[in-house]
């Protein structure tokens, strides 16, 4: 069975001499990973359209265990990250908690549209110090695992917030602190994140609220995973 979608592709494994499997998130039928026949040789139609991070609307068949890829036109290439390292290693990272998260052949849209967009965001801004803190901190919501930012996980108490541990449930007083240092400062920033306030928020300069805010949100994304996001680790 043929069928058309539009999707991010996550990552690529060598298959034999000349193809490929692609893992991608897409829009409408979760991860998908997909046999590319002859993408590896000079000659093949696919070319650069189906490297790690492109934006593409596919047409694949449906397999037992792997689809394969029978057409892909590119949406978007993602040019600008691709030519700063350093957007290419934040790129790098949410590509890898996505995959991570991402269930195969079980539909996420908002996922895909999650991180389409905060591509978008980072291929427009040349610094943008707090957006994949908040592409984690809005996946972690996303995921069921929103962290209590307003009392104590613990005791309930709503003054001297002062650490965070996500396997208590979030932020900690200080009779109870355990987990991570957290200040107010990188505390309202998370707050903002998570209450509507993104656009603004990644409008801020860096500075150690957002060194700080960086710092929780990969723990706590590490937390989630039970694994480490090995390109967190190249920032």
């Not at 350093?86 to 790129?91: E, H, T, V």
């Amino acid at each position: 069975m043929l069928y058309r979608d539009q999707g991010v592709v996550l990552r690529t494994i060598r298959l034999g001499e000349a193809d490929r499997i692609v893992s991608i998130v897409t829009e409408g039928h979760g991860k998908v990973r997909a046999v590319v026949k002859g993408v590896r040789k000079t000659k093949s139609r696919f070319g650069a359209r189906l490297e790690p991070m492109s934006h593409v609307a596919l047409q694949l068949y449906a397999g037992r265990e792997l689809d394969t890829v029978t057409q892909a036109e590119t949406i978007d290439h993602f040019r600008a990250i691709r030519e700063d390292l350093d957007r290419l290693a934040q790129a790098t990272s949410m590509l890898e908690a996505v995959d991570q998260v991402s269930q195969e052949r079980e539909a996420n849209p908002r996922l895909y549209q999650m991180l389409v967009g905060a591509l978008r965001a980072l291929a427009a801004r040349p610094t943008a110090p707090l957006l994949v803190p908040a592409f984690f901190w809005k996946l972690l919501a996303l995921e069921g695992s929103q962290p209590l930012l307003d009392q104590c996980a613990r005791c309930g108490a709503e003054d001297d917030l002062v650490a965070f541990e996500l396997g208590q449930g979030g932020v900690l007083c200080r009779s109870c602190r355990q987990g991570m240092p957290a200040s107010p400062d990188a505390l309202a920033l998370i707050r903002r994140i998570l209450g509507g306030d993104l656009t603004r928020v990644l409008d801020e300069p860096d500075g150690p609220a957002a060194l700080e805010v960086r710092a929780l949100a990969s723990y706590a994304m590490e937390f989630h995973l039970e694994r480490r996001i090995r390109s967190l680790h190249v920032l």
